[in-house]
């Protein structure tokens, strides 16, 4: 890269960002402008910017995304029922492409030719902060100085020394973790042991089920077109609503998941996370989908569901097949509508309830009490022609070879 060349970095005020500021002027030659996203994380955002500033960056943004991460891109995760490989429900995989389309965005603004990120060569991160940029920006080049500078945590911490960078006091935790309104990612430590139980220590977001309340608490969750709108009567706009059922579910012990999963870059890892809401909500999403639409239909989506979350883990959420899944996706949410009463009980979150207008359930086609309207004297035909192809195979496999019948013609 050219002298002075603008790089913007994504910016999160932990050791590895911070020191990538005074590295990227040294190593690259670059003026660093950082971007600080909001997407949910706890702490000072505004003391994070100022870090930035004091840590060499010419300029520093922060953007408050909260309301946006939530309806562009955990809205489409959620109507599509988004779990890698069935359990991981993405918090860490939907922020990092939200985060990438800033980067691009602020990158045109200070007319830059590079952005950065603090990903090491080891993760999925990196993937995506690359991806997005390629698919948003194929001009932009990206930097990564962690997979590059290849300085162990001690030689990090001396160098921000070095630079007037300040590093938190006390004892570092043995354990990385990432959160948003989504959920919150734990690994590292005894946790890379996959045999071992994660310790309670490593949860910050959610009560030990077995310190849960002894009462069981139900929330009701209202859907309109496959989104939730509101929780026990209180509308409000998504972000916040998932605010609220972190809180609630949290408090009850769900959302808890420990997962050995199978990482972009080839490896397997044992990632423990924390998502309540998220929990609470796709339970019930699909719940209401149970309740409104047709059986090849739910089907059909399963097969997308488990494609849609695979592309948004592998760092493809800027790609036509995602657009495509999703139109799909949206079109099956049009009676996705109604209330879903959920009870959280010590680490569970059980559906125990649900009504829609759209409903195709029908009590008079399902009951066996009076007013029952099933006609059972047209099962039998149905099932014949329902087994039929299984009939016509079963008696043509039956049926002796030719060659066998010719040879019993000339038996004494």
Not at 230 to 257: C, W
Not at 305 to 326: C, H, I, K, T
Request: proline share 6%; aromatic share 8%; net charge neutral.
């Amino acid at each position: 890269m050219s002298h002075r060349s603008k790089v913007v970095l994504a910016y999160s005020g932990g050791l590895d960002t911070s020191v990538s500021i005074p590295w990227l002027r040294e190593k690259k030659g670059a003026d660093v402008v950082a971007l600080t996203v909001n997407v949910g994380q706890p702490g000072d955002l505004e003391r994070v910017r100022q870090k930035a500033e004091a840590s060499g960056a010419s300029r520093a943004y922060l953007v408050d995304a909260r309301q946006e991460f939530a309806e562009e891109f955990i809205a489409p995760a959620l109507r599509a029922n988004a779990l890698y490989e069935g359990i991981y429900p993405l918090s860490t995989a939907l922020a990092r492409p939200l985060i990438g389309r800033h980067l691009v965005e602020v990158a045109r603004r200070e007319g830059a030719s590079y952005v950065a990120h603090g990903c090491t060569g080891k993760g999925n991160d990196q993937v995506r902060f690359d991806l997005a940029t390629t698919s948003l920006a194929p001009d932009l080049e990206v930097i990564a100085p962690a997979r590059e500078w290849k300085m162990t945590r001690e030689q990090e911490v001396a160098f921000a020394e070095q630079h007037g960078i300040p590093v938190a006091a006390g004892p570092k935790s043995p354990y990385s973790t990432d959160e948003n309104l989504w959920g919150r990612s734990v690994e590292c430590g005894v946790l890379e042991d996959p045999a071992v139980e994660p310790p309670e220590e490593v949860y910050g977001w959610t009560r030990s089920p077995e310190a849960a309340p002894d009462e069981p608490t139900h929330v009701q969750v209202a859907f309109e077109r496959g989104l939730p709108v509101s929780v026990d009567g209180h509308r409000a706009p998504l972000h916040e609503l998932i605010v609220r059922l972190n809180r609630t579910a949290g408090d009850a012990g769900v959302g808890r998941i420990d997962h050995l999963e199978s990482r972009v870059v080839g490896i397997k890892s044992r990632e423990v996370y924390e998502c309540p809401a998220a929990a609470v909500l796709i339970t019930a999403h699909q719940a209401l989908e149970g309740l409104t639409l047709p059986r090849d239909l739910l089907d059909f989506k399963r097969t997308v569901e488990q494609r849609y979350a695979q592309m948004v883990y592998d760092g493809f959420w800027f790609s036509p097949l995602r657009n495509a899944l999703d139109a799909f996706v949206a079109s099956t949410q049009e009676r996705v509508t109604g209330e879903v009463a959920v009870k959280l009980y010590k680490g569970s979150a059980k559906v125990v309830g649900r009504r829609s207008p759209y409903s195709i359930y029908q009590h008079s086609l399902a009951t066996y009490s009076t007013g029952d309207r099933f006609r059972p004297e047209m099962s039998e035909g149905f099932i014949y022609v329902w087994g039929l192809p299984a009939r016509t195979w079963a008696a043509i496999g039956s049926k002796p070879t030719v060659a066998a019948a010719r040879a019993a013609k000339y038996r004494p």
